[in-house]
């Protein structure tokens, strides 16, 4: 049965980005080990991710898409990707993106056929993340959590979640990050 999961790093105090969008914080972290995280691991059983507009900027503006579009295949591949936004966005040539605006209840059924059979990864942001926590369509949150703080930021995730909503099923050391991974309960 696939399964729709939020899989992302975040900082020990629970911070996505710095309120700038910023993931330099993430980049600076040891990557000695990590070939071995859950992400490699994670990939191959997803069938279509989805994101929000700011996440998709910050990948297309952080990996020049636009200038080297071949940059998006050997992590995205083919896998379809909608991206939430409320304005237009620049397309990626050679990806397979689909634009899509409104509550995640009325993508949701067209987001799981074109994974056809696989996971869904939200990917972010957190505000999106949570629009499918109220939905009731997330199953799994998985966490990277780095060796690294901020002051302030983009929250992990701007919703309350009590320990009736969340069941630990794995925790372990990658490298310089702990990996958890807790089932949502809906």
Do not use: C
Request: without cysteine.
């Amino acid at each position: 049965m696939p399964k729709t999961v939020f899989h992302t790093a975040t900082t020990i105090n629970g911070f996505l980005a710095t309120d700038d969008d910023s993931l330099q914080w993430l980049f600076d972290v040891p990557t000695a080990g990590l070939e071995q995280g859950d992400l490699t691991q994670f990939m191959p059983g997803v069938g279509a991710i989805v994101m929000g507009s700011t996440t998709y900027n910050w990948v297309v503006d952080f990996e020049n898409l636009m200038e080297h579009p071949e940059k998006w295949q050997p992590f995205y591949g083919d896998r379809p990707t909608w991206v939430f936004t409320s304005r237009e966005q620049r397309q990626v040539p050679g990806a397979n993106l689909r634009f899509t605006s409104g509550d995640v209840s009325e993508a949701w059924a067209q987001i799981l056929a074109s994974a056809n059979g696989g996971d869904v990864w939200v990917m972010g942001g957190g505000e999106l993340v949570g629009q499918f926590i109220d939905a009731g369509l997330l199953d799994e949150i998985r966490l990277s959590i780095a060796p690294a703080t901020l002051v302030s930021g983009r929250p992990l995730l701007p919703r309350e979640l009590g320990t009736n909503d969340l069941v630990l099923t794995s925790a372990r050391q990658v490298g310089a990050f702990a990996e958890l991974i807790y089932e949502v309960r809906r």
